[in-house]
């Protein structure tokens, strides 16, 4: 199992409703009034979006506080980190994470060093001195699935590192909304004008819409340029498109959701961290990755999957093995459930 949210293959093996820990969704759900407003963009559905995404754009730029012209958008985040990686030369990735990074630059012919990140899961930032000019380091921030985030400092070394070998940094951000208050990369590079650097974000997580696949980011006006003559026209969808001018106002919904998460996350592993057999890592997003001392991910899943938790097993990120899972952060009723089954375990 490449990804998570993959329940219809285990439909058959529970009788009753499965409860998904492998998808790292939030789960207060998205925005209320989304449905109205997808229903009244329906009628639009006869015409093409507009294939500059002028009103979404905006939406985005208005949300992350950045230029216009330094926006990108795609069909998930994964379209633009494909597009990103079709144009690098090579492709650095640390192990563990998302499996795309390397699957992407692998089906593209590119050339993919890999790093392992150090036993705490911080960045080897020694092991990145050796890059080389053109080559693109993609890291995600929080990581996947290990939940950690890169500190400032590291951030901002690792930066002037790849600038200096005149390589290109793109940070995958996805759980960005999920994590503690403290810096916003964004913000951070807006000084060189995203030079070198590009930021990736989505709908997908916080705001709970995997199936609208809407990706957003940030770079340099020049890499702005230079992906828009290789991506996919009309990429993103209508109903995406009217989503994208809609969600990313709604504070009220935004900082619910990071208070909600934040204490649901101290809750989870607080809880996790007493039983007996289990090793939680601390994590700054919404998923806990696990470390198994008694069992292998196999019986773990099946042992979860008969009481209708489905979660995630981690041996297909390279560099971690059959000892570890990673559980979604999720309402309280259903962190409960899962920290009584893990319990009878």
């Known amino acids: 199992m490449k990804h998570g949210g993959d329940l219809l293959t285990y439909e058959n093996q ?4 499965l409860i ?34 002028r009103k979404l754009k905006t939406s985005i730029s208005n949300y992350l506080n950045c230029p216009i012209e330094n926006v990108l958008v795609g069909n998930g985040a994964v379209e633009i980190i494909n597009n990103f990686i079709i144009r690098a030369k090579n492709v650095i990735v640390c192990t563990p994470s998302f499996i795309e990074y390397e699957e992407r630059a ?37 990581n996947n699935p290990t939940g950690f ?17 005149e390589a290109f940094l793109l940070l995958d951000e996805a759980f960005y909304e999920f994590c503690p208050k403290d810096y916003d990369s964004i ?46 026209p009309w990429s993103v969808n209508t109903l995406a498109d009217a989503a994208g001018q809609y969600i990313f106002s709604h504070k009220e919904y935004i900082n619910k959701s990071k208070d909600y998460i934040a204490i649901e996350r101290k809750f989870l592993f607080e809880e996790l961290s007493k039983i007996v057999g289990i090793q939680p890592y ?54 409960v459930r899962l920290v009584e089954a893990l319990k009878e375990l």
């Open 14 to 17: 529970y009788d009753g409703e």
């Open 20 to 53: 998904d820990f492998s998808s790292n969704i939030n789960p207060l759900g998205p925005p209320n009034g989304l449905n109205e407003v997808l229903i009244k963009s329906f009628k639009e559905m006869t015409t093409y979006p507009d294939i500059k995404y």
């Open 106 to 142: 692998i089906a593209h012919g590119k050339q993919v060093r890999k790093i392992p990140y150090k036993k705490d899961y911080t960045i080897d930032i020694e092991a990145l001195k050796n890059i080389k000019e053109n080559e693109l380091l993609i890291l995600g921030n929080p």
């Open 149 to 165: 985030r890169i500190p400032q400092d590291d951030l901002i070394n690792i930066y002037n590192l790849v600038r200096k070998a």
């Open 187 to 232: 913000e951070i590079f807006k000084k060189y004008d995203y030079e070198g650097v590009g930021i990736i974000r989505a709908a997908t997580k916080f705001f709970a819409l995997p199936g609208i696949r809407l990706g957003y980011g940030c770079t340099c006006v020049e890499k702005v340029r230079e992906i828009s003559k290789i991506e996919l």
């Open 282 to 335: 601390i994590t700054h997003t919404n998923y806990i990755l696990i470390k198994l001392e008694k069992w292998d991910e196999e019986y773990v899943f099946n042992f979860l999957l008969k009481r209708g938790l489905v979660i995630r097993k981690c041996s297909s990120f390279k560099d971690l093995d059959d000892k570890h899972i990673r559980v979604a952060i999720k309402d309280r009723a259903n962190n």
